[in-house]
């Protein structure tokens, strides 16, 4: 049997107008920018390529992501565009990895999906949105309730907390020491994702968030059931990274965690209660997938126990609620000196969880 050819060198497509030479519109920039923003939900293209994906699947995949950051473009009756623009940015990077020796495969390999992904979390404002309509929406014996729902929700209400977005690619390790993307299993010998070292994610003891973690619930979790998610920096040039000293650091934010079948939903409840008691902002499903979201007490584990060298910031520091965020964030969030915020609040189905949402800058802002 041949060899298997050697991958071709990845090939990286600058920011250009749909039209060759002239400065890109805003609708261009818009997609431009969601383009970019898919892209570090993946590894490099050109895996894909390597794997035997044609550009038509690898556009469906980024069209998915592209979609939450364009949804009044979609709304609008405008998805054509970027279904143009993405068989161009695409149709183009495919074009380079062929002239430079890529090989489409005879069989398309496996691709490893991730065993304990991080669920892509909703906007914000549509949260907000949402709230208001559902008190204009009140027949009118209710509207004094629901006026005191909404204001206890938006006015009242505690944040667990309000964290940086940071503008990178999410990124994780598992209690085995494998590292994974936003979408591939990579493996523990990985040494370099989305053209960033991945050694600031090697000091991270996840094993020992498992061993808390089983301590704290009393159950068993056997080698592979916990997985600490991140940001891998892997854009310098926006928000100052370099600046910052943020470049190439993993920042992490979260722990995703598949706990044994529960034998009732009692048992869901009773895990819900002890981590409630240690203040650690969760959402439990009853089928026992855990998502710890950030958080004080989960900021404490990361640091203490997972030795995390850097967890997300928290720009209300002691809490606050929704009213007193947005005014505390909304200027520096216009003025771009960061992508966004990730919100964590306890869940209106159930207090005792919690919900997180995005709320993010429509354009990207490179250092000067």
Not at 232 to 249: F, H, I, S, T, V
Request: proline share 7%.
């Amino acid at each position: 049997m041949p060899a298997a050819p050697s991958p071709a060198p990845a090939v990286h497509t600058p920011t250009v107008s749909l039209q060759d030479g002239a400065p890109p519109t805003l609708l261009e920039q818009a997609l431009q920018d969601a383009y970019e923003s898919a892209l570090t939900k993946f590894d490099d293209l050109e895996s894909y390529f390597n794997a035997g994906l044609k550009p038509p699947r690898v556009c469906e995949m980024l069209r998915v992501e592209m979609v939450q950051d364009l949804a009044a473009l979609v709304e609008g009756g405008e998805e054509r565009c970027m279904e143009t623009f993405l068989a161009k940015r695409v149709g183009t990077v495919f074009g380079a990895w062929k002239r430079q020796g890529g090989i489409t495969p005879a069989q398309p390999k496996q691709i490893k999906d991730v065993p304990l992904p991080w669920s892509s979390i909703e906007p914000y404002p549509e949260y907000v949105a949402n709230q208001i309509e559902a008190y204009r929406a009140a027949e009118t014996g209710e509207r004094a309730h629901a006026r005191t729902v909404l204001e206890h929700t938006l006015l009242e209400a505690k944040l667990h907390a309000a964290t940086v977005k940071l503008d990178g690619t999410c990124f994780g390790k598992m209690d085995t020491g494998n590292l994974v993307g936003r979408k591939q299993l990579l493996g523990p010998s990985c040494e370099a994702y989305q053209q960033t070292s991945t050694a600031a994610a090697g000091g991270c003891d996840v094993e020992a968030l498992r061993g808390a973690l089983a301590l704290l619930l009393s159950i068993e979790l056997p080698r592979d059931s916990v997985c600490a998610w991140g940001e891998l920096m892997c854009n310098p040039g926006y928000y100052n990274y370099r600046e910052r000293d943020l470049a190439g650091k993993w920042v992490c934010f979260g722990v995703v965690a598949a706990l044994p079948a529960p034998s009732d939903q009692s048992q869901v409840t009773e895990w819900t209660q002890r981590l409630t008691a240690q203040g650690l902002a969760h959402s439990l499903s009853e089928r026992g997938n855990l998502r710890l979201l950030l958080c004080p007490a989960l900021r404490r584990l990361l640091l203490e126990v997972g030795r995390c060298e850097l967890v997300a910031a928290d720009v209300l520091a002691a809490g606050g609620t929704h009213a007193e965020m947005v005014a505390r964030a909304a200027a520096g969030l216009a003025a771009g000196e960061n992508e966004g915020l990730v919100l964590v609040f306890p869940s209106a189905r159930n207090p005792q969880q919690a919900s997180a949402r995005k709320w993010k800058r429509t354009r990207r802002r490179a250092a000067p």
